[in-house]
Nanobody
Framework: QVQLVESGGGLVQAGGSLRLSCAAS????????MGWFRQAPGKEREFATF???????YYADSVKGRFTISRDNAKNTVYLQMTSLKPEDTAVYYC?????????????WGQGTQVTVSS
């Protein structure tokens, strides 16, 4: 069992930056693919980015060039650095972990953290 706890959300002006963190329990964190999803009001949850256990990354077009995912296996933590934020980035951001499944159907979810970008 893996528990994921996100933090770092908040209110920021357009053009600003935020860094989200996701702390994971368990000793096998380094073997998981970790990802970030987001859900805007009235919309379905959407994939944003993932980082594999080898460190490979992938980004959705909507965040490519503005968001950076990273992981610190010693701290069991994955990060999402968000820059050049836009009002359309406003959403609840969820951390996810996948071991044997695709990151698009992860094994575990965090509870989410709210990010609000004002214009």
């Amino acid at each position: 069992q893996v528990q994921l706890v996100e933090s770092g959300g908040g209110l920021v002006q357009a053009g600003g930056s935020l860094r989200l963190s996701c702390a994971a329990s368990g000793r096998t964190f380094r073997t998981y693919t970790m990802g970030w999803f987001r859900q805007a009001p009235g919309k379905e949850r959407e994939f944003a980015t993932f980082i594999s256990w080898t460190g490979s990354t992938y980004y959705a077009d909507s965040v490519k060039g503005r968001f950076t995912i990273s992981r610190d296996n010693a701290k069991n933590t994955v990060y999402l650095q968000m820059t050049s934020l836009k009002p359309e980035d406003t959403a609840v951001y969820y951390c996810a972990a996948a071991y044997s499944s695709s990151i698009l159907t992860p094994d575990y979810w965090g509870q989410g953290t709210q990010v609000t970008v004002s214009s």
